[in-house]
């Protein structure tokens, strides 16, 4: 199993960006991702989820209406569209792989990093 | 939301020692407690699921207890590359919520 998480930059406040986490050694469709953020000098916390089929996804109450997440099972890639992004939105982001219950996270990227400053 | 309470915090021990660190949730989530472990620079890396099975790949010096609300991750022996941070998860239902996390450092 692999996961390549990419896409981190430097954004002002209130704009966009669209994080990537390419998938490998395993069957993509059968699995939720999901991705969890840590901003510096902090602990985890949780951004969202999708379910293997891309049908249902979960968000945060800090993320919901400015993130939305989704995946493509054809290119075994998750994604993460920020809009709206804020300072707070600064953190390593990464993608991380259910294990057959979506919370419980097995693999997880590298991480990506996003910075939101004027 | 869960709220996820992990003690003590910080945390100092010595190679070889016995140490436990606790999660406590304020509603019973079952076993639906994980652990992880993160040392700096790196992804968190999976140690324990629901409650006491321990991931492929751990140590077998560390192992898991706990249901409901209370739950303990115990390293057995210590050893020089287990100084790191520590934190539990609860995957009963969203929003997932990690404790803040215990850093274990050397005495």
């Known amino acids: 199993v692999h996961l390549s998480d990419s896409g981190g930059d430097l954004r002002q406040p209130g704009g966009s960006l669209r994080l990537s986490c390419a998938a490998s050694?395993?069957?993509?469709?059968?699995?939720?991702m999901s991705w969890v953020r840590q901003a510096p000098g902090k602990g985890l916390e949780w951004v969202s989820s999708?379910?293997?089929?891309?049908?249902?996804?979960y968000y945060a109450d800090s993320v919901k209406g400015r993130f939305s997440i989704s995946r493509d099972n054809s290119k075994n890639t998750v994604y993460l569209q920020m809009d709206s992004l804020r300072a707070d939105d600064t953190a390593i982001y990464f993608c991380?792989?259910?294990?057959?219950?979506?919370?419980?996270?097995?693999?997880w990227g590298q991480g990506t990093l996003v910075t939101v400053s004027s | 939301d869960i709220q996820m309470t992990q003690s003590p915090s910080p945390l100092s021990a010595s190679v070889g020692d016995r140490v436990s660190i606790t999660c406590r949730t304020n509603?019973?989530?079952?076993?639906?407690l994980n652990w992880y472990q993160q040392k700096p620079g790196k992804a968190p890396k999976p140690l324990i699921f629901?409650?006491?099975s321990l991931q492929s790949g751990a140590p077998s010096r560390f192992s898991g207890s706990g249901s409901g609300t209370d739950f303990t991750l115990t390293i057995s022996s210590l050893q020089p590359e287990d100084f790191a941070t520590y934190y539990c998860q609860q995957s009963f239902g969203t929003p997932f919520t990690f404790g803040q996390g215990t850093k274990l450092d050397i005495k």
């Open positions: 509603q019973s989530i079952s076993t639906y």
């Open positions: 999708v379910t293997g089929s891309g049908r249902f996804t």
């Open positions: 629901s409650a006491s």
């Open positions: 050694g395993f069957t993509f469709t059968t699995f939720a």
């Open positions: 991380a792989k259910g294990s057959g219950i979506t919370g419980d996270f097995d693999y």
